[in-house]
């Protein structure tokens, strides 16, 4: 069974910090996905890296897929309020049965 | 457009009864596929549906049945409820089947269902 873990579970900083957020598994994906979950709605998609050291740039935010397909990261720049909320990454069992989520790290910026 | 709609919003039974959630996809998007959201984890995946067809499974028991319709509407069916069945209940929608589905996904805002 593959499984996610994410760090840090929560996080709370100033607006104007840096901060990064870790996906981990000793599985190998074929891709991973980041969200955005705010309280009372359903995960947004963010981004899907697919390629071993792949790095993509959404505005202030950084993705990163690891070279060997097990870990991601989330690099925030001058974090805003509005990024608050549950940041998510997932990815699906390279068979398209099974579609796995980590557990989250809830992200507080406070103005 | 709308986007994944999902009913009710809210819904309170106890233990034992039986509860039916409803999913209406985004118009054109042929797969559907529920989530269990319990507090302060992330979503965990039930199944996924696509052309009336279960094309994916969760590790979940026999209580949690789904379908879908014709028109890509999908209910989620759970029997003999029990209190740790309380969470929010995602469907998502998208286009293709499988790993194609996965890979983009538009939720709905969830069914809330506590029980008591």
């Known amino acids: 069974t593959q499984l996610l873990e994410q760090s840090p579970q929560f996080l709370s900083i100033q607006e104007g910090e840096n901060l990064t957020v870790y996906c981990n598994s000793s599985s190998v994906f074929s891709s991973l996905q980041w969200y955005r979950q705010e309280p009372g709605e359903g995960p947004v998609l963010l981004v899907t890296v697919v390629t071993g050291g792949e790095v993509k740039k959404l505005k202030r935010l950084t993705f990163q897929f690891g070279d060997a397909r097990k870990d991601s990261s989330l690099h925030i720049t001058a974090a805003q309020p509005g990024d608050t909320g549950l940041y998510l990454c997932?990815?699906?069992?390279?068979?398209?049965?099974?579609?796995?989520f980590g557990p989250g790290t809830r992200l507080s910026v406070l103005p | 457009d709308a986007g994944v709609t999902q009913s009710p919003t809210h819904l309170i039974k106890t233990r034992g009864q039986h509860v039916t959630l409803r999913c209406s996809p985004i118009?054109?998007?042929?797969?559907v596929s529920w989530y269990q959201q319990v507090l302060g984890q992330g979503p965990q995946f039930i199944f996924q549906?696509?052309?009336?067809?279960?094309?994916g499974r969760g590790n979940f028991p026999d209580r949690f049945s789904a379908r879908q319709f014709p028109n890509y509407s999908s209910e989620l069916n759970v029997n003999a409820l029990l209190l740790g069945d309380s969470a929010l209940y995602l469907c998502?929608?998208?286009?293709?089947?499988?790993?194609?589905?996965?890979?983009?996904?538009?939720f709905g805002p969830g069914t809330r269902l506590t029980v008591l």
């Open positions: 118009s054109g998007h042929k797969s």
């Open positions: 998502a929608s998208s286009l293709g089947s499988g790993r194609l589905a996965f890979n983009e996904q538009f």
């Open positions: 549906y696509y052309e009336k067809e279960e094309r």
């Open positions: 997932a990815g699906d069992d390279n068979y398209g049965q099974n579609f796995v």
